[in-house]
């Protein structure tokens, strides 16, 4: 199972666990992308969350070897769906930074 736990702090801590649709083994990976540091209200802080997600992703999901094509592919998929399920949340902290209101999540 592969996780990727947003942290994002405005007064107040917001944290989220998403579980992509596509889960390889029983094995739970998990990265934390933290959000504290940057303004989500301006497109630099949303970029920036945008490849720190990316880099997530693939720090979750893994980098096969050139050669393997279905272990690319499968490292592909598990990236895409992984950052499909994070995209939720990204958009929940997005509009939480346009309201300047801080949002409360904890999910397990």
Known sequence: MKTITLFGLAALASVAAITPALAVDATTVTSIVRTADLDLSNDDGRRAL??????????????????????RNAARKCRDATIAAVHAK???LFAAAARGAPIIVAAR
Do not use: M
């Open 50 to 71: 945008e490849r720190r997600i990316a880099l997530a992703a693939r720090e979750v999901c893994g980098t096969p070897s050139g050669v393997h094509l279905e272990g």
């Open 90 to 92: 990204r958009d929940e």
